[in-house]
């Protein structure tokens, strides 16, 4: 690491007692990189054994790594957190400006301890940290909190707003963090780690600085060498025509779309919320991340006419994806595009999860079809598939946990669905419910042993995808799902979005690394990817964790995938090998 670098500097604030203070920290981020590697270690010194997540003593943290502001798509922040939602570990990426802001204003990591004694915001510059009284921001929706912060604090440009809404400050499990207006902090309930810490937002304020680089003649040969082959590469095209929202027709047609709760796999209406149309109609405007060449940030323009007065429209604009379609779209089957961006915008300005929220929907609407929740339990409403109005008012029930029934829904539901039934169709996997694919055995072995029980862990949909079905081998999928899980891990600890993947390999990691001063070998940053799983696997397996111990809905197998009808014995065998590999893998 060079001596000059400001990433080894990490940033440490506690909550309770207002205070702050910096260590330098080199053997940290030389032992890990930064990312997922850093965060990871820190995770592992700052959360006791057996603690509740609402523990003042659950840190957040957040990291980013060495070529952060150097390299182009390297715009990721990663934070880390034991998750109110699974209770296991908590591990969130987003894009942005938050990467680049935090590495401008002169650290490699932050780790938030305690808990204030009133509603705060916190403003970070290369000086420190200033402690802001959020009194009145509480109660306020994502939206408005950001414009009240840009108004009232100096800067811009490098500057990044992290905030949660009404969704983060009644805890609910899943609730988000949102930066940029269109970026979060998604998965696994780091918005409801702030709401129990009354940290209502983080203004991150960059400086305009020098990062050093060990030969700046090769830095500019590796920097224009990258930059080239993600501007060739074909794959990555699609991500700037018309977004991730480009699979939900070769999703449908393969019979992979989840639609319904999973009770089919096509969507009649696929066509009306596609890529395609969203694009034709409704796109307004292309974003990218900080230093980043894709733009694949789609924006939808949408006029929502005001009530008795013609020809007048209030205009919002909506961020759009191919999970949050899904989760909004075929999983509920609403099949208007304009229902979809309602529900978008509505989910965005409570601050919660969007993936999660959909499942949870769509898992109500099936248990009132089923009588196992009625209008007593959602305060009058009557949730059936597609019904756009109906949902909008249950997501403001569920931000507030308006009775009891909102307040299960806001633990997920697995939590749910152990309270009032229907187990066998609640759509969650290590607590974490699933993604837009049922492509096959790969997509679910992911969702079961993923460090995040997300898709973007090993990628198994895209196995499946790849794989016919009479060419399926147990062994070698569990072997190719482990090394690309590994392999993620030095991705994430790059901070490297995971787009790049075609582009970013270990040699040019490698490459990238040595300019920070970073001396790993391609093999090298191989076994540090299985060592970082490995610690990450430990901080799970120490909180009673077992994939095998997982359970697994039955609704999987009820519904056919593009593999034929999933046999859940060779499921389990599955998860079993990748067990097994966890355990070596781990010195466990």
């Known amino acids: 690491m060079l001596k000059n670098d400001p990433l080894k500097r990490v940033l ?34 700052e959360c006791p054994k057996d603690i509740d997540p609402q523990d003042p003593k659950n840190p957040i943290i957040f990291a980013v790594g060495p070529s952060t502001s150097l390299f182009p798509i390297v715009s990721k922040t990663v934070s880390m957190f034991l998750s109110p939602h699974n209770r296991l570990l908590g591990e969130s990426h987003a894009g942005g400006r938050s990467a680049v802001a935090l590495r401008l204003a002169g650290y490699g990591a932050v780790v938030i301890r305690g808990q204030s004694n009133l509603p705060v915001y916190l403003v970070i510059d290369s000086s420190g ?65 702030f709401g129990y810490k009354k940290l209502k937002a983080i203004l991150i304020e960059g400086e305009r600085r020098i990062i050093p680089v060990a030969d700046s003649k090769l830095y500019r040969e590796t920097y224009d060498d990258i930059l080239a082959r993600l501007r060739e590469n074909p794959s990555l095209k699609k991500y700037y025509e018309l977004g ?19 009770k089919y796999t096509r969507f009649e209406k696929a066509k009306d919320i596609s890529g395609e149309t969203f694009a034709e109609k409704f796109l307004g405007r292309r974003l990218a991340c900080a230093h980043c060449p894709m733009a694949c940030i789609h924006i939808a323009a949408l006029r929502i006419p005001y009530k008795d007065t013609p020809f007048f429209y209030k205009t919002v604009f909506v961020s759009y994806d191919y999970e949050p379609i899904y989760a909004t779209g075929s999983m509920i089957g609403v099949g208007s595009p304009e229902g979809v961006l309602l529900l978008l915008d509505e989910i965005e300005n409570h601050g919660l999860d969007v993936i999660s929220t959909g499942v949870v929907l769509a898992w ?43 307040a ?28 837009g694919y049922h492509t096959g055995y790969g997509i679910h072995v992911t969702h079961l042993t993923g460090s995040r029980h997300s898709h973007l ?33 030095i991705l994430s600890s790059a901070v490297c ?51 095998s111990k997982l359970r697994i809905p039955k609704r999987i197998f009820e519904t056919v995938s593009p593999h034929g009808e999933l046999d859940e014995n060779t499921l389990k065998t599955a998860v079993k090998l990748y067990e097994e590999l966890l355990e070596k893998g781990g010195g466990v």
């Open 12 to 45: 440490y604030i506690d909550l309770s007692s207002k205070k702050f203070w910096i260590e330098e920290r080199e053997d940290l981020f030389a032992q890990n990189i930064g990312g997922t590697g850093v965060a990871s270690a820190l995770l592992e010194e």
């Open 129 to 193: 940290v200033k402690f802001r009284d959020a009194r009145g921001l509480w109660g306020l929706s994502v939206s408005d909190t950001g414009r009240f912060i840009r108004e009232r604090e100096k800067g811009s440009g490098l500057r990044s707003i992290l905030r949660i809404g009404r969704a983060g400050e009644t805890g609910v499990t899943y609730s988000c963090v949102v930066t940029e207006t269109y970026r979060h902090f998604g998965r696994l309930g780091l918005g409801a780690l």
């Open 244 to 262: 991730t929202a480009v699979n939900i027709i070769p999703l449908n047609k393969l019979g992979a779309l989840p639609t319904r709760n999973l």
């Open 364 to 406: 109500a609407t099936e248990a009132f079809e089923k009588s196992l929740i009625t209008e007593k339990h959602t305060l009058g409403l009557k949730p059936s598939f597609g019904d756009v109005e109906t949902y909008l008012k249950m997501l403001a029930h569920l931000a507030n946990q308006s009775n009891e029934f909102y």
């Open 408 to 435: 299960a829904l806001a633990r997920g539901v697995d939590y749910a669905s152990k309270k009032y039934g229907g187990d066998d169709f609640a759509l969650a996997f290590g607590g974490n419910e699933m993604s």
């Open 457 to 489: 862990d090993s990628a198994g949909y895209s196995y499946d995808q790849k794989t016919k079905s009479e060419e399926l081998d147990i062994h070698k999928l569990v072997e190719k799902l482990f090394q690309e899980e590994a392999y993620r891990q």
């Open 497 to 547: 979005c995971f787009f790049g993947r075609s582009v970013f390999d270990f040699e040019t990691l490698a490459k990238m690394f040595s300019l920070s001063g970073f001396n790993y070998t391609a093999d090298d940053l191989k076994k540090l990817g299985q060592e970082i799983l490995a610690r990450k696997y430990r901080f799970k397996k120490a909180r009673n964790f077992a994939p």
